[in-house]
């Protein structure tokens, strides 16, 4: 235990100051109010779907919990169900497998639903494309709010993205 | 080389493998052979042929002592069918069912339920059949899968997924259980599904690379290495030797950067958090550096047919040392944290055990292969340049539970960073890249490389004017998944979660 401890104060506060939101990412207009905004502030729950990514992208989605990027200290986190979610963070090409179970996850989330598509897949399909077996992009199965390039895009353009998300203009 | 009556021709390039035509009782006599002297069933995959008349063509890939033995069986053009091997190896199970879906090719009296196809293609559509159209697109379905019940007293079933509760890939778990228990995890998987090896059909050899770096994100380097291996032993080019040297010091930094992360999230799983915000720290810094370094941060794109795209920067080798140092000793010191905090070793001590007969019946191998005693590492039984020289430790544990994979994960770091010290002292002076030699039309060949998760295996065969005819691209992860449905037995439900983080096995590489 004293290791552990003592290791916790040598690490010290790791936390680096958070980017601002980008509106070149916006692909829909904000469609929420500024009075929601406000009172969203930050406080947002996000689900992420993979609806068929190559797992490069969750890779940096799992490097926004780590002590730099602390997004939970920003008030966001995720959550276990799309029921519980303000934003949906997807990922991948659409699987034709995953089409199905990614409209449903959407219509399950409540509303405002706001959507973000992650990656040069979630943007427009990426090198897989469009075929027997894949969509394509995300907005070829459900409305995109924003759309976050890269392959994958840093941790530091996911939450552009998502900030980009919940700001106002 | 003669085995069993079957002439094998060694395959062009480094590796030491080889290949042989053989009739269906050959290849039966063969798989037996390879199963009573301790060989291991490796890859499973089939082509269309009928454009050349000749068939349909089955390739079975075994790993035997003397390295990697391809055997090919040639099928009829009608009702194409084979012998059904997973009577031999179970672990053709899916691999059958998978080539059955992609290509109609069957294995008879086999397990017939679909594995890649979830009725959202028709079942008279076979995608990798060279005549099917891959842009046509049709309206899903919806599949009634025959999961195997478990019937009795108070037996119930969980269905989890496809969508998991974190952030995860998606598949689908279905338990059956009693009280806590786990009587029977039964997988359905093939949800991410993208019809990759239809996709590499007419890249050209250069493009196909980027393609094959993107079967499983977190093994790029491996998969890059695996396809420009196959690309380059086609025409036979000859890699420049730092290039080699940059390429093993990629994936080693790609076998630590995943480990790490591995480490902290099981550290969480068992409800140890300051695992978790250590090992993500360390990654992440780790992450930094490659992306300083290389221009990305999981190397993706940094290896190319013919060499590398990029090198080495001036002072790159010392930052790249003291990092290897101070990760060094903090990774000892959360060893040791890890290995006396009693919360934790209780979680993992005897957890989600694969017994080491069992690995050996499943054909596991890779990292969690070795922590359930199964000796292969393509580093140091079939070394490509520079692993020749490199004289790799295989990181052995018997015990087959969470902790023997953990305690595997940290010697694995140790091992890669001796390796990485290695390569920097002795990393030759010279070009990155070679041009790409021209491949004769309908040659192949097989890159076959030791990634972080296990053996990443590619068969490329070239087409006209330099394009791909077919590439197959097979994860370790296709033999593992099994295993952890053995794994799984008998433990309790909330184990899942740190049991499948201990196996840690790609989705995206398997379904293709």
């Known amino acids: ?169 | 080389m003669k085995l069993l009556d079957l002439d094998f021709v060694p395959l062009p390039g480094a590796l030491k493998a080889y290949r042989a035509s053989a009739d269906a009782a050959g290849l039966m006599a063969f798989a037996q052979a390879v199963k009573e002297s301790g060989g291991r069933f490796v890859a499973l995959w089939g082509s269309d042929e009928r454009d050349l008349k000749r068939g349909f063509t089955l390739h079975v890939a075994f790993g035997i002592e003397q390295g990697l033995a391809l055997l090919e069986l040639t099928l009829a053009a009608e009702a194409p069918e084979y012998p059904d091997l997973s009577e031999i190896f179970p672990a053709a199970n899916r691999l059958q069912r998978a080539t059955y879906d992609l290509l109609g090719v069957k294995a008879r009296g086999a397990d017939s339920r679909p594995w890649l196809r979830h009725a959202n293609w028709p079942a008279d559509f076979f995608p990798l059949r060279r005549d099917a159209d891959a842009s046509r697109q049709f309206p899903p379905g919806n599949e009634d899968y025959e999961f195997v019940r478990v019937e009795g007293d108070g037996v119930h079933e969980i269905p989890v997924g496809p969508i998991h509760a974190g952030i995860i890939e998606p598949g689908h778990f279905r338990f059956s259980i009693v009280g806590e228990k786990v009587l029977r995890l039964e997988q359905r998987l093939g949800w991410t599904h993208k019809g990759i090896e239809k996709r590499f059909e007419g890249l050209t050899l250069q493009h196909g690379a980027r393609l094959a770096g993107r079967v499983s994100g977190d093994s790029t380097v491996a998969y890059s290495w695996a396809y420009c291996l196959a690309a380059e032993s086609l025409g036979n080019t000859v890699v420049p030797a730092r290039a080699l040297f940059l390429r093993a010091l990629f994936l080693e930094r790609e076998r630590i950067a995943n480990h790490l992360g591995d480490l902290g999230y099981l550290g969480n799983d068992a409800a140890l958090a300051f695992g978790f915000s250590q090992f993500s720290r360390l990654k992440e810094d780790w992450l930094r550096l490659s992306g300083a370094l290389f221009g990305h941060r999981f190397m993706m794109d940094a290896i190319v047919p013919g060499g590398v795209a990029c090198d080495l920067p001036a002072g790159g080798a010392e930052k790249m040392l003291a990092q290897c140092d101070g990760l060094e000793s903090e990774v000892h010191l959360l060893k040791n944290i890890y290995d006396e905090h009693a919360g934790l070793q209780d979680r993992f001590l005897t957890t989600g055990r694969l017994a080491p007969e069992l690995a050996t019946l499943l054909s596991i191998g890779g990292l969690a292969g070795r922590a359930s005693s199964q000796a292969w590492d393509l580093r140091t039984q079939n070394p490509v340049p520079p692993y020749d020289r490199l004289e790799t430790q295989i990181v052995i544990q018997r015990n087959g539970d969470v902790a023997a994979r953990v305690a595997a994960r940290f010697e694995e770091i140790f091992e890669s960073l001796r390796l990485i010290r290695l390569l920097l002292k002795d990393m030759p002076a010279g070009e990155l890249a070679a041009t790409l030699a021209p491949a004769t039309e309908g040659s192949s060949a097989i890159g076959w490389i030791e990634g972080w998760r296990g053996d990443v295996l590619v068969s490329l065969t070239a087409g006209r004017d330099g394009a791909i005819r077919r590439c197959h691209c097979q994860d370790p992860s296709w033999l593992a998944w099994p295993a952890l449905e053995h794994a799984i037995m008998g433990n309790i439900v909330p184990d899942f979660p740190l049991i499948n983080k201990s196996f840690n096995l790609s989705y995206s590489g398997a379904d293709l």
């Open chain 1, 1 to 169: 235990m004293y290791q552990l401890l003592k290791q916790i104060v040598k690490t010290g506060i790791k936390t680096e100051a958070p980017p601002m939101p980008d509106e070149g990412l916006r692909v829909t207009a904000q469609r929420l109010e500024k009075a929601m905004l406000d009172k969203l502030g930050r406080a947002l729950a996000i689900r992420h779907i993979d609806a068929g990514s190559c797992n490069g992208c969750e890779l940096e989605i799992h490097a926004l919990s780590n002590p730099y990027y602390n997004i939970e200290a920003l008030g966001i986190k995720f959550t276990a169900s799309p029921k519980h979610a303000d934003l949906l963070l997807v990922t991948g090409p659409v699987a034709k497998n995953m089409e199905f179970a990614l409209q449903r996850a959407y219509d399950c989330t409540p509303a405002p639903k706001l959507v973000v598509a992650v990656g040069d897949c979630g943007c427009n399909g990426g090198i897989f494309g469009e075929s027997y077996a894949s969509c394509g992009r995300v907005a070829n199965v459900i409305p995109v709010d924003v759309a976050v390039p890269g392959c994958p895009p840093t941790p530091q353009a996911l939450m552009v993205g998502i900030l980009t998300a919940i700001s106002g203009k």
